[in-house]
């Protein structure tokens, strides 16, 4: 089982960025997939996730109207469209899989699978 996150950087303020969540080795349409950023000292925050079907959407309240998360099962890859961000969007971004039937929690500990994280650094 993989996750692999990608398209973190480095952009001012105001600016954008596409993460990419690409997954092996486990059936991608059983799975929903959330975004969750970190920053040092602190928990994993859920961001947005999206079902299977994409029927199923999520956005925490800070990145409503700036982000978009969209999926292409056929490509086993959810992406994360980040616009307009600001310093405090500063983080580690993961990709997270959780069981479809059990819906879009915000808390981590119910996900099964990580990836390993992908930087994204707003300058001001």
């Known amino acids: 089982v993989q996750l692999v996150e990608s398209g973190g950087g480095l952009v001012q303020a105001g600016g954008s960025l596409r993460l990419s969540c690409a997954a092996s080795?486990?059936?991608?349409?059983?799975?929903?997939i959330g975004w969750f950023r970190q920053v040092p000292g602190e928990e994993r925050e859920f961001v947005a996730g999206?079902?299977?079907?994409?029927?199923?959407?999520k956005y925490r309240t800070f990145v409503k109207g700036r982000f978009t998360i969209a999926r292409n099962n056929t490509k086993y890859t959810v992406y994360l469209q980040m616009n307009s961000l600001q310093p405090e969007d500063t983080a580690v971004y993961y990709c997270?899989?959780?069981?479809?039937?059990?819906?879009?929690?915000?808390?981590?500990?119910?996900?099964?699978?990580w990836g390993q994280g992908t930087q994204v650094t707003v300058s001001s």
């Open positions: 999206i079902g299977w079907r994409s029927d199923k959407i």
């Open positions: 997270g899989a959780i069981p479809d039937e059990m819906g879009l929690p915000f808390s981590e500990k119910f996900y099964d699978y």
């Open positions: 080795g486990f059936t991608f349409d059983d799975y929903t």
